[in-house]
């Protein structure tokens, strides 16, 4: 079975300052690797998603990820925070077109003035 | 609709009580996937249906738990005899046919008191 492990619970940086968020997955072949992002009260936002091809991979609100298979990791990163980034953003793997979903435990991220 | 809909947004009802959850997902997408988060497990997913049949049911924490989906669309979630336990917010989320990516509804927060 496939698990998803965020290591970095609560995260605080400063506003404009870099932002890189861990993800490590466990699934035997190639995953479908997801980060979304949900703000108090509401549901979840997909950043972007890898399934192929190349592993660096762009996604919305100036978001990126990249996809290493040797370390079985998918983190995300941001070059410049904005406040507005002030959320819980989980990563989630699945195995294949209509599989569920299985989430890490989320990392909330404070950002500061 | 432009994306899933689920009502109602909030729900308190008292223990014992039956509930039910409605989730509308996105013309056009014919899987359709029930998840919870709770403080203390996180986001567990509960059953998928590709159209009106659940293929994957794994989730389901107990038989006070089902859920149906007709016409290939608006799928309804149902909790007999509430718990405390139960108490979570019920996120639903859609795919497209084709598609790897699921699209999440805002949730319906249950208080069971």
């Known amino acids: 079975a496939q698990s998803v492990t965020q290591p970095d619970i609560h995260i605080t940086v400063s506003e404009g300052a870099s932002l890189e968020l861990r993800c490590n997955y466990s699934y035997g072949a190639t995953p479908y690797l997801f980060w979304y992002v949900q703000s108090p009260g509401q549901g979840l936002q997909l950043l972007l998603k890898y399934f192929s091809g190349d592993t660096l991979v762009q996604g919305i609100k100036g978001f990126e990820a990249e996809f290493k298979r040797s370390q079985s990791s998918f983190n995300l990163r941001k070059p410049s925070v904005h406040w507005s980034d002030a959320a819980e953003y989980f990563c989630?793997?699945?195995?294949?077109?209509?599989?569920?979903?299985?989430f890490g435990t989320g990392t909330r991220l404070q950002v500061t003035l | 609709g432009a994306g899933v809909s689920q009502s109602p947004s909030n729900k308190v009802t008292e223990k014992g009580k039956d509930v039910e959850l409605r989730c509308d997902p996105i013309?056009?997408?014919?899987?359709l996937y029930w998840y919870r988060q709770s403080l203390g497990q996180g986001l567990e997913f509960l059953i998928y249906?590709?159209?009106?049949?659940?293929?994957?049911k794994s989730g389901l924490p107990s038989d006070r738990f089902s859920a149906e989906r007709t016409g290939g669309s608006v799928s309804t979630l149902t909790i007999q005899r509430t718990q405390q336990e139960d108490s979570a917010v019920y996120l639903c989320?859609?795919?497209?046919?084709?598609?790897?990516?699921?699209?999440f509804g805002p949730g319906t927060r249950l208080t069971v008191t």
């Open positions: 989630a793997v699945g195995t294949g077109t209509a599989s569920k979903l299985t």
């Open positions: 013309s056009g997408h014919t899987a």
């Open positions: 989320a859609s795919s497209h046919p084709t598609g790897v990516e699921q699209y």
């Open positions: 249906f590709q159209g009106n049949s659940a293929p994957d």
